[in-house]
């Protein structure tokens, strides 16, 4: 049976480069790569067409990035102006056709109703897409579309003609159309799973699309090798519901902030940020993971376990705790991070009889009093950054670090702007 078109996907061309592009026309049609922080030991987190002509890409490494292209100009990236311009590109596609969910800061899809999955009604929508974004908010900004009988298979398609491009993935013409792309070409198939598949004895497209169910099963260890299998032949299936199992931040440090004086105060303050979101999201924590990556040392990532709990002032505590058994105290750093695990949620969670201490002193513990006020505390500080910005209030221990550790973005988070905002 053949499976009519009913995706649209939206992909957005080399987005952080283009974006720096359009805020600085002397950046056009030249190789330009994003940096999260200005240091050569940084690397790109984006990099437009002309730097990926000298085989620049993300994750490049700056100063390998300026031998690659001698030309390339190094920007330091701007999150909020991205967070900005991606609104302005969903509201654009939004008065062509009704985005059915943003997915990242560069992604989108529509749901194709039944009186609009004729090719040619499918490119009139994809030609009105681009011209309205080139109206409404650059023509530096471009985008590729991908159609298709699923999601999975219309985001293939969108990056099969890139940069500015669209493409029709149609059920007739399943697996072949597939065979130009390799393997890591596909969503859900990185380096391990690459490795995974050749030990499957797969090792081209053409294998993947015709191997039996129960071996891509077998490769990917359950069920996703069965989804993979209905995915690559056109069929619609559920979205899997999953439960979030961490939430966390890191920072790479630039060199004025690698002294661990420096760098204190900023894992303060990514460590207040996941404080935020775990409560935004209704959750408690009962693990936190500290990441340090040292200048001339092994990294360390140690792990402490605790009576579940949002609470910020007891999770800074916990992390001083950590920091002060750090291997190298006195030895520079590169990159910070924190991770908070063993998320419960709020309303099913029962408190233990016998809290064990999260304070310092064990005189000063009174459970339900410690546990109010932070409770209360920890309201009105999120209220109060969420009206006015992050930096209005904050803990003592992140008062030196305002402005070193800027917002960045998750891929699959993106966060409201006027929320992140500096003021």
Request: net charge positive.
């Amino acid at each position: 049976m053949s499976r009519p078109l009913t995706a649209l996907f939206v992909d957005c061309d080399s987005y952080f480069a283009s974006v720096e592009q359009h805020l600085n026309p002397k950046l056009r049609g030249r190789p330009v790569g994003v940096a999260p922080v200005m240091a050569e030991s940084s690397s790109c987190i984006a990099a437009s067409y002309e730097a990926k002509a000298y085989g620049v890409k993300t994750g490049t490494r700056i100063s390998d990035a300026r031998i690659m292209c001698p030309d390339i100009t190094i920007v330091e990236s701007k999150p909020s102006e991205y967070i900005r311009y991606h609104h302005r590109i969903i509201a654009a596609v939004e008065d062509c056709i009704h985005v059915e969910a943003v997915l990242s800061i560069d992604e989108m899809w529509a749901w194709l109703p039944l009186n609009l999955r004729e090719v040619p009604v499918i490119r009139d929508i994809a030609s009105k897409i681009k011209s309205t974004i080139a109206r409404e908010v650059s023509p530096v900004i471009k985008v590729s579309i991908g159609v298709g009988p699923n999601r999975y298979l219309a985001k293939t398609a969108s990056k099969m003609r890139k940069p500015d491009g669209l493409f029709f993935i149609e059920h007739r013409d399943l697996p072949d159309i597939l065979y130009e792309l390799g393997l890591r070409d596909f969503n859900g198939i990185a380096r391990n799973m690459e490795v995974r598949m050749h030990a499957a004895g797969i090792h081209t497209v053409q294998k993947l699309c015709t191997a039996p169910k129960e071996l891509l099963r077998q490769a990917w260890g359950g069920v996703m090798g069965d989804r993979f299998w209905h995915l690559i032949r056109g069929e619609e299936i559920p979205d899997l519901v999953s439960a979030r199992k961490s939430i966390g931040h890191s920072h790479v440090l630039p060199p004025e902030f690698r002294h661990p004086e420096k760098a204190w105060p900023i894992l303060c303050k990514l460590l207040h940020k996941a404080c935020e979101r775990l409560r935004s999201h209704g959750l408690l924590t009962g693990s936190l993971t500290l990441h340090l990556s040292f200048l001339r040392a092994d990294a360390w990532n140690p792990e402490i376990r605790f009576p579940e709990t949002d609470s910020t002032v007891n999770l800074i505590r916990i992390l001083g705790r950590i920091w002060r058994e750090r291997p190298e105290p006195k030895s520079h750093l590169i990159k910070v991070a924190v991770t908070l695990t063993r998320l419960v949620e709020q309303g099913n969670f029962t408190p233990q009889l016998f809290p064990t201490l999260l304070a310092e002193d064990p005189a000063e513990f009174k459970p339900q009093e410690t546990h109010d006020k932070h409770r209360r505390l920890d309201a009105t500080l999120d209220k109060l950054r969420a009206r006015y910005g992050r930096d209005a209030v904050y803990l003592g221990a992140v008062q030196d670090v305002r402005n070193s550790a800027p917002m960045r973005i998750s891929f699959t988070h993106i966060p409201d702007v006027e929320l992140e905002k500096d003021h």
